[in-house]
Nanobody
Framework: QVQLVESGGGLVQPGGSLRLSCVAS????????MGWYRQAPGKQRELVAG???????KYADSVKGRFTISRDSAKNTVYLQMNSLKPEDTAVYYC??????????????WGQGTQVTVSS
């Protein structure tokens, strides 16, 4: 079973930055497109960033230019650098397989996520 452990969330003021990390089971990051998802209260989970094995990245329009996804396959880790944070970025953030529009689909198992709260 795939294991995913997210960390790095917290409370930050608007305009601030956070760096999220996701450690996955061995070989998951090196052999799959990986993405960061988020779920705000009362909303559906959405994919905000994805990275292919070759390094190509894709972002939701809402985070383009502010978020950067990266991967370190040797460490089985995916990162999300979030800059210029806005209150509407407040959500629980998860990593899972993914790149764009449910292709590829996420693994059935999810980690616990990491809470990001943007507020003054």
């Amino acid at each position: 079973q795939v294991q995913l452990v997210e960390s790095g969330g917290g409370l930050v003021q608007p305009g601030g930055s956070l760096r999220l990390s996701c450690v996955a089971s061995a070989n998951i990051v090196s052999s799959n497109a990986m993405g960061w998802y988020r779920q705000a209260p009362g909303k559906q989970r959405e994919l905000v960033a994805g990275i292919l094995i070759g390094g190509r990245t894709k972002y939701a329009d809402s985070v383009k230019g502010r978020f950067t996804i990266s991967r370190d396959s040797a460490k089985n880790t995916v990162y999300l650098q979030m800059n210029s944070l806005k209150p509407e970025d407040t959500a629980v953030y998860y990593c899972n397989r993914g790149y764009y529009s449910n292709v590829p689909p996420p693994f059935p198992s999810w980690g616990q996520g990491t809470q990001v709260t943007v507020s003054s």
